[in-house]
């Protein structure tokens, strides 16, 4: 069974012509960055307030008033509710993207020994990495979260550790929800690996041996670098998953991006604006990291490996 | 600070607290139930909570928790109906009215609500 | 009498011209084997009598009509093709990969169906192996399955596209001696091979492609020993040697 | 917080409750996963064999839904469906699409894999077109998307979780509910341990059950695994 076909679903798929999804990932990316900026920096040097919105939203809400019952006028209420709810969305993706970007690259460090010993390790230790994968690919996500949060209550001795809460550092409820998403993640990432390194020919590692490689360099200098090339899809469609699933972060009280915008929603009831402006983020955030490991993909590409 | 989501006492802590710089929005922690803040307020991982006097009480009865104070919001119990559906209006009205008019209304509201 | 025509051909990949005005007509009866070097267009040209490929002008007749002026299902109906890598349904059993033709586009019924089916499977020699999967065969009898297929459509001509390429040497003698029945039993054949041996003992004409063009067209005895033009002895002379003998 | 002999009392004696809360699991996979076949074959077709247009469609649609959260999915069903139906065909609804969006995609690969040469040998024929789907590639597709099938089918049954953000009674949510009362506090820890017991006991039997399907519905000798 190839790679591919344990990958839950397929990479989400970037459509659209070349000019008009670079402008479109600029737009994107701008207003967040240029958000961020001004949330971190720009409003003490302005005098200004970091909650207050950039975009013009009080003549969205005078333009809605003017053009009240017609189509346009929907448009602008739309525009000004959305208007009012970007700034705590856009804080809340800083915190979905370092969720996911912590989440995955640590993940990784643990998923690939992980692999490593579910294929080349003794039989204690490839049943104990085969044990860690199962059980945490058996159980949903959510569970897990929920065990950490509510019944380990995590976050009660995350919060004594000093540098919790301070500064860029997360507070512990994302420490646990990150931790959590760690756990989960690494052992989806070294299900990808270990059937990529699977699809590696075993002729490879019995060349490597032949020239009188070690077991250990053979798997480091040849079936992992070729393994790891299979692995790409499954990885990246890993980070597209991790990226949706973190919003399941907003159960056990993390501020991310879903959370942000549920809260303002169950307060003025604005669902349809607050789950479009949640969804069209979350879709920035899918294509960017699709568009980007596709780039990835073909960067690393070697002819004739991996189709 | 912790409240559930779209209540009044989160709209209190925004607007006091938060508004004016008096809480950092980073320590306020919004709940989808007042059980999961008042759990919360228990672990340790918050310091207090906002929530409806009654509510409040009975969580002070059951739980190592107590009621710092009351912050008189004057707010009104009442029924949520859509605008349009008047008939379901007059007969919950109707209701109230002869619940209040026999004295159900009082004893109701003193074996939920307390003293 | 003619029974298929190629006028004036033209088709091109690209920028690339891979027939490049093919004219030429194959008599009811014949066997007509196309030779040439890799590239030459002969698959393609093959190709575009069921229109599996389409042209870019010219045009193609069979029986008098263009293949152009009728629905394609019909006129595939008349046209049975044999692939180079068989083809055959996998999911399908010998049997039911001739039944399924014969019941969905001749409407046959469900017993109609097997009893021809199990005829042709005979005509081919592999009444036996009707409930074994394709995957269960060898080579050769997949593409004696893939022939009998291709016969139960009762079609006018039948198209090969280097039938004998994928098999083992060992195997491509008994689905050459099935061609060989066929064409004795008077079915217009058109070839892509590069099989010699049959090309020799029983073509009734050659015809060289190369670079899309149609180089030279004779009897077999003709293009072998007195070829006209000097890269038809050069590809022939060149092919024996990697095929070995002559007459298989 | 140790794991208490009391709190595995409380959970026993609420096994009914619980159980309920199975039975919805259960019932809303099954749903989920039989829509999301029903939407997605016929998606993974037009994706394969559709003309531009539909194609593009199809194409622009699953992307839309797979660059979306489950949790905003399964609330937008909820909260914005015009008509009032029960949470649990919100969630259907919900699962349903998504999964859709995504066995699009592995029918799609399945439909490739079984090769053109396939579908040119059924058109040799005089099959048409729609005929040739039918009958020769979908049958041989869903044998080899059984693997690609089985993932999504205990994708879809941690997926129901979610349904906890539209209060739906299903596992989680009750397991959180139960956590939730009195003496449910102490228990916590034990709560969602058995609870993720259950979920992994779930998935290990669908896997197992499933992993026996493919080799019934596997051609002999074949590769149609």
């Known amino acids: 069974m190839s790679a591919a076909s344990t990958v839950r679903g397929r990479v989400v798929k970037v459509t659209g012509g070349g000019l008009f999804r670079w402008l479109a990932f600029g737009v994107f990316w701008g207003y967040l960055v240029v958000r961020w900026l001004y949330q971190w920096v720009g409003a003490d040097l302005l005098g200004m307030d970091p909650r207050a919105p950039l975009l013009p939203v009080e003549t969205f809400r005078t333009l809605a008033t003017t053009w ?153 200098r040849i079936v992992l670098p070729q393994g790891l090339r ?28 879903y959370k942000r915008t549920r809260d303002i929603a169950s307060g003025n009831f604005r669902y349809f604006e607050l789950l479009v402006v949640a969804g069209v983020i979350y879709l920035g955030l899918v294509l960017s990291a699709s568009a980007l490991m596709g780039r990835v993909e073909q960067r690393v590409a070697i002819p004739g490996l991996g189709e | 600070m912790g409240a559930q989501s779209g209540t009044t006492g989160e709209e209190t802590i925004q607007d006091e607290l938060i508004a004016n710089g008096e809480l950092e929005e980073s320590n306020y922690t919004s709940y989808d139930n007042y059980v999961l803040a008042v759990e919360d307020l ?74 | 009498m003619t029974l298929l025509e190629f006028a004036d051909v033209h088709q091109s990949y690209g920028e690339e011209e891979v027939l490049d005005g093919i004219s030429f007509g194959v008599d009811r009866g014949a066997v007509e084997v196309i030779i040439g070097p890799s590239g030459s267009g002969k698959s393609t040209l093959l190709r575009c009598v069921n229109r599996l490929t389409d042209i870019d002008s010219g045009d193609i007749r069979l029986d008098g009509t263009s293949i152009y002026a009728r629905d394609e299902n019909e006129l595939r109906q008349q046209v049975g093709m044999v692939f180079q890598d068989f083809n055959l349904f996998a999911h399908l059993t010998a049997l039911e990969n001739v039944t399924l033709g014969l019941r969905r586009v001749r409407g046959f019924s469900k017993e109609e169906a097997v009893a021809d089916a199990h005829d042709h499977l ?17 080579g050769g009898q997949k593409q004696r399955v893939g022939i009998a297929r291709a016969l139960a459509m009762d079609p006018e001509i039948m198209l090969f596209d280097e039938p004998t390429s994928a098999l083992d040497p060992e195997l491509v003698g008994e689905v050459v001696s099935v061609m060989r029945d066929l064409a004795e039993e008077g079915m217009t054949m058109l070839v892509v091979t590069h099989e010699m041996g049959f090309a020799r003992s029983t073509a009734s004409r050659l015809t060289f492609l190369d670079d899309g063009r149609l180089v030279e067209q004779g009897p077999p005895e003709q293009l072998f020993e007195r070829p006209e033009h000097e890269r038809t002895g050069t590809f022939l002379r060149r092919l024996t040697e990697l095929h070995g003998g002559i007459d298989r | 917080m140790l794991l208490q002999s009391g709190a595995w009392e409380y959970i026993a004696a609420n096994w009914v409750y619980l159980g309920w809360g199975l039975v919805f699991t259960v019932c809303l996979t099954a749903v989920s996963v039989v829509l999301g076949f029903l939407l997605g074959l ?35 069903f909820y909260f914005l469906f015009p008509l009032t139906i029960a949470a649990f065909w919100a969630a259907a609804l919900g699962l349903g699409i998504r999964s859709a969006a995504y066995q699009s995609q592995i029918f799609r690969g399945a439909l490739q894999s079984v090769g053109d040469g396939q579908m040119e040998a059924a058109r040799s024929v005089g099959m048409s077109k729609l005929d040739a789907i039918r009958r020769v590639t979908v049958p041989q597709a869903l044998r080899r998307s059984i693997p690609g099938f089985q993932n999504e089918f205990t994708i879809v049954l941690k997926d129901t979780s979610v349904a906890y953000a539209i209060g739906l009674g299903e596992l989680l949510t009750r397991g959180t509910n139960l956590y939730l009362t009195e003496q449910g506090n102490t228990a916590v820890l034990e709560i969602f341990l058995a609870i993720s017991a259950v979920y992994f006991v779930l998935t290990m039997t669908t896997n197992l059950s499933l992993d026996a399907l493919g080799r019934r519905f596997a051609i002999p000798g074949g590769e149609g695994r």
């Open chain 1, 230 to 257: 299979y692995g790409i899809p499954g990885w990246s469609n890993e980070l597209v998953y991790l990226i949706k699933y973190s919003s399941l972060a907003a159960f056990i009280t993390v501020p991310e991006l």
């Open chain 2, 42 to 115: 228990e672990n340790g991982n918050i310091d207090a909570i906002v929530i409806d006097e009654p509510v409040g009480d009975t969580f002070a009865n059951q739980r190592p928790v107590e009621v710092a104070f009351i912050y008189e919001t004057n707010e009104q119990y009442g029924f949520g109906m859509r605008t349009d559906d008047d008939d379901l209006t007059t007969a919950v009205n109707e209701g109230l009215q002869t619940v209040r008019d026999d004295g159900t209304y009082e004893d109701l509201t003193a074996e939920w609500f307390g003293s």
């Open chain 3, 122 to 138: 005979e005509r081919v020699g592999l009444l036996e192996q009707a409930e074994s999967y394709p995957a269960e065969l060898s």
């Open chain 4, 42 to 76: 016929p998606a993974g077709i037009i994706e394969t064999y559709g003309s531009g247009y539909s194609r593009g469609l199809v194409e622009r649609a699953g992307v839309l839904v797979r660059g979306t959260p489950i949790v905003i999915i399964l609330v937008a």
């Open chain 1, 68 to 220: 009240d019952g017609t189509r346009i006028g929907g448009l602008f209420s739309f525009l000004r509710v959305a208007g009012d709810a970007l700034p705590a969305a856009v804080t809340g993706t800083w915190l979905t993207i370092i969720l996911t970007v912590v989440a995955m690259a640590a993940g990784l460090v643990i998923a690939v020994p992980l692999a490593v010993t579910r294929v080349y390790g003794g039989p204690v230790t490839r049943w104990a990495a085969l044990g860690y994968t199962e059980l945490i690919r058996g159980t949903p996500l959510l569970a897990q979260l929920f065990v950490l949060y509510y019944g380990l209550s995590l976050s009660a001795t995350l919060r004594e550790l000093p540098f919790v809460g301070e500064g860029f550092i997360p507070a512990q409820a994302a420490l646990v929800a990150m931790i959590g998403f760690i756990i989960n993640s690494s052992a989806y990432q070294a299900e990808y690996i270990r059937s990529a390194l699977q699809s590696v020919e075993v002729g490879q590692l019995t060349a490597g041996r032949a020239v009188g490689l070690s077991k250990l360099q053979t798997i480091r």
